[in-house]
T-cell receptor, first 114, second 110 residues
């Protein structure tokens, strides 16, 4: 069963803590993306990766970091530098990153600050 | 910079009424994509329009791409409860990114 998985579904962060959100895909897609969605708003791009061992900042990369050591995996770390991390985080992928291509989304992770 | 504006932000309709959302880009787009996000869910691809003036239908949903390839619309005829959600348009910003509209939330009045 092909698709994108994200874990956990809900994540709680304490002040000053770094947390990592997991994103895995078995679609054999080269490109992967992380978006942040705030209530009533659209999707804002945090980071994207077109290929293994390479990634680029999106519009709101400050306070976040990523890695792309494997094609299937693109974890996102929300660092303590991100002062307002409460949001819905969506991971997406597509075949080779073209703007012409459909993006496929995982189920998302809701991050809440305690 | 490039912007994609989507209106309205919300639309309340009685079940059976029609719904329309409009998407306007500040630049010409090579294509436009539409996605639906159910409450609590993730965006799911609906359709892609590529040609100037293109019209595509999916059952009760009609999608249009403007002649200048800068605007698009989604029209739903005779809404049903299964249509509830937020509808997003998105267009290419670069070879590797999409720029997203803020979405229109379809709410069915009780």
């Amino acid at each position: 069963d092909g698709g994108i998985t994200q874990s956990p579904k809900y994540l709680f962060r304490k002040e000053g803590q770094n947390v990592t959100l997991s994103c895995e895909q078995n679609l054999n897609h080269d490109a992967m993306y992380w978006y942040r969605q705030d209530p009533g708003q659209g999707l804002r791009l945090i980071y994207y990766s077109q290929i293994v061992n390479d990634f680029q900042k999106g519009d709101i990369a400050e306070g976040y970091s990523v890695s792309r050591e494997k094609k299937e995996s693109f974890p996102l770390t929300v660092t303590s530098a991100q002062k307002n991390p409460t949001a819905f985080y969506l991971c997406a992928s597509n075949r080779n990153g073209g703007g012409q291509e459909t993006q496929y989304f995982g189920p998302g992770t809701r991050l809440l600050v305690l | 910079g490039q912007q994609v504006m989507q209106i309205p932000q919300y639309q309340h309709v009685q079940e059976g009424e029609d719904f329309t959302t409009y998407c306007n880009s500040s630049t010409t787009l090579s294509n436009i994509q539409w996605y639906k996000q159910r409450p609590g869910g993730h965006p799911v691809f609906l359709i892609q329009l590529v040609k100037s003036g293109e019209v595509k239908k999916q059952k009760r949903l009609t999608f249009q791409f403007g002649e200048a390839k800068k605007n698009s619309s989604l029209h739903i005829t005779a809404t049903q409860t299964t249509d509830v959600g937020t509808y997003f348009c998105a267009g290419p910003r670069s070879n590797y990114q999409l720029i997203w509209g803020a979405g229109t939330k379809l709410i069915i009045k009780p």
